[in-house]
């Protein structure tokens, strides 16, 4: 059962990020700053003279980048292991200032290179000396119709801050300010409910638990429902404004043509994962079966639906499994997660203030990447590490292939290589693991792996979808309506064998990846991609491996879809999708064979 919340000076310091392969100390971080700021402020002398010689201004502005990334990577990640400390607040609002400081001071850059003539652009991006600008001249003539003229780029961008409020405001209120009723046991003991150990209880066999910790969360989210509501509305009223400002159709469209992902890509996704919802419902079914129960309600669709087998994952443990389960990917990738964990990359455990869910930050290509988890000692946990390092060996990879410029992959691709490492590790384990009642909770996580991210990703991206749709026709977004759009999009999903409790309605306030707009569906194609990759390198061995590293080596190189292509998966097509669908529909099989119901 879930326990009390340490604060950080109770966890070990082996379980802890060390930000002192950034800065050793915040005094240090002072003096980077005060450079980087007088640094930022002399930029201002270029403005005018881009045409004069671009290069030059390019690389001053790549160097100062270069200086920026580090202060603000160490405030961010300061900030996310004690959220009301205000000593880390100060640094991270301090870095976001300067960021958009710096963001408005070289806004004349673009426009200043797009008012020159195109020959002359092509003549740069074909520049031996600029051959690793390539492709940001390509994409800066794909922009130049969206590209607005110097002063009003340089307005826009003096507003980043303003811009940003509603994930601040969201993570402020969420993660500090609201405080969550507590869970009682049978016995009257109370036990501390947080976003961070939720997945605690939603987990918990004992069905009054989950109900408890269930009600109590989308109750509170309820409670503050016409403020997160108003906070969401600005932020997809933020999208809809720069759709309108940049002359993009949609603000959908502002989120995927600059990817170069054609809209289709989205449409398409929702299309065949609500053609597949009847296999959903079957193994909905299955569930209800398999616990016993009469009605399934919301509550019910995490807690472990077999008896008698479990894994007990302690984070060392959980940590040489996944090792174990990601053999096929190489001994020098298994070098680098052994590095990860024994070098101060990965902060560990839930504590006070401490921001919830995970996630790898790679955009130091001079240190490594960090990984934030909030590890449970479960199987999901374990899954949760070989996600995260994913991402860290995506950057890892593409920081060492490529130069900074071409460094950062696309938002299409980013989910790719975290939920390959989950599906290679997957098949490895249920090769390895070939007792029946093994069997049998391997299949069921990679059910619930589908269930949560391609259908509920898919739901969720719906629910974007819907939401923009409606600011764009100017409908207001209310806590009201909203929370209707999110309920009938459960009633589709679950309604055919659920009981669809009624503050699931609520569950939309609480879900970060909102305040990112159009980006929750990438976690869906790339389980598509991850699926046939997994099988690829588990199949086909040492040539699909290094095609994969190809994939991981990329960048932002060339266009994401083309870099898929590089390790033999196109996603320009539905069928990777419709193909992940079927192992999910021969997954349900199985899995009814496996346990005779």
């Known amino acids: 059962m879930a326990e009390k919340l340490r604060t950080r000076n109770q966890i070990e310091e082996k379980y802890k990020w060390k930000l002192t392969d950034i800065y050793p100390s915040d005094a240090e971080w002072e003096t980077a700053f005060a450079a980087a700021s007088e640094r930022v402020g002399a930029f201002a002398v270029y403005n005018g003279k881009v045409a004069e010689d671009p290069k030059k201004i390019i690389r001053e502005y790549e160097a100062v980048t270069d200086n920026l990334m580090p202060i603000y990577e160490y405030a961010f990640l300061r900030k996310e292991t004690d959220n009301a400390d205000p000593v880390a607040q100060g640094l991270k609002d301090r870095a976001i200032r300067l960021w958009v400081t710096f963001s408005a001071v070289s806004a004349f850059i673009e426009p200043e290179l797009l008012a020159m003539d195109e020959s002359v652009l092509e003549a740069l991006m074909h520049d031996p000396d600029m051959a690793d600008h390539d492709e940001y001249f390509r994409q800066l003539l794909r922009r130049k119709p969206h590209t607005l003229p110097k002063e009003q780029e340089q307005l826009i961008a003096s507003m980043g801050e303003i811009f940003g409020a509603p994930d601040n405001i969201f993570t402020s209120l969420t993660e500090a300010d609201m405080k969550l009723p507590p869970v009682i046991q049978s016995d009257g003991t109370e036990l501390e409910l947080s976003e961070g150990n939720y997945s605690t209880f939603i987990h918990s066999e004992d069905r009054d638990l989950r109900r408890q910790a269930f009600m109590n969360l989308m109750t509170t989210y309820g409670n503050f429902g016409n403020t997160i509501a108003g906070t969401y509305s600005a932020s997809v009223k933020t999208d809809c404004l720069r759709a309108q400002t940049y002359h993009y159709a949609s603000a959908r469209a502002v989120a995927m043509e600059p990817l170069e992902i054609p809209e289709s890509v989205y449409d398409n996704l929702i299309a065949v994962i609500r053609e597949y919802l ?81 996630f790898s930050s790679g955009s130091l290509a001079k240190v490594h990447p960090y990984v934030l988890l909030n590890h449970n000692d479960n199987l999901d946990s374990a899954f949760t590490i070989a996600h995260e390092l994913g991402h860290s060996m995506h950057s890892y990879y593409s920081n060492q292939a490529q130069p900074m410029v071409k460094a950062d992959y696309s938002l299409f691709v980013a989910e790719v290589a975290s939920t390959c490492n989950e599906a290679v590790m997957m098949r490895h384990l249920l090769s390895t693991f070939t007792e029946k009642d093994a069997q049998a909770f391997l299949l069921y996580h990679f059910l619930e792996q589908f269930r949560t991210t391609c259908f509920r990703q898919t739901m969720f991206a719906e ?80 040539p699909a491996v290094e095609a994969y590293r190809r994939f991981l080596s990329a960048g932002c190189s060339v266009p994401p879809i083309e870099a898929l292509k590089l390790a033999g998966i196109d996603m320009s097509s539905p069928e990777p999708v419709r193909a992940a669908m079927e192992v999910f529909r021969e997954t349900v099989r199985k899995m009814h064979e496996v346990t005779g119901v």
């Open 463 to 542: 629910f974007e979808k819907i939401s923009h749709e409606m600011a764009e026709r100017g409908e207001p977004l209310t806590k009201e309506s909203l929370s209707k759009v999110y309920y009938d999009l459960n009633k589709d999903y679950y309604g055919a064998t659920c009981t669809v409790d009624e503050v699931i309605a609520n569950e939309w306030m609480r879900i970060p990846h909102f305040y990112r707009a159009f980006y929750v569906y990438v976690y869906a194609t790339g389980l598509c991609a991850a699926v046939s990759l997994s099988e690829k390198i588990l199949n086909e061995g040492a």
């Open 278 to 358: 009847p296999v959903l419902q079957d193994y909905l079914e299955l569930r209800k079966k398999l616990l016993g129960l009469d009605e399934l309600h919301m509550y019910d669709l995490y807690c472990p639906m077999l008896k008698g087998f479990k894994m007990d994952l302690p984070y060392e443990k959980a940590f040489d499994l996944v090792l174990e389960g990601l053999r096929p990917m190489g001994e020098d990738y298994l070098a680098k997660l052994r590095e990860a964990r024994d070098s101060g990359w990965i902060d560990v455990y839930p504590s006070v203030g401490k921001s919830s869910g995970a």
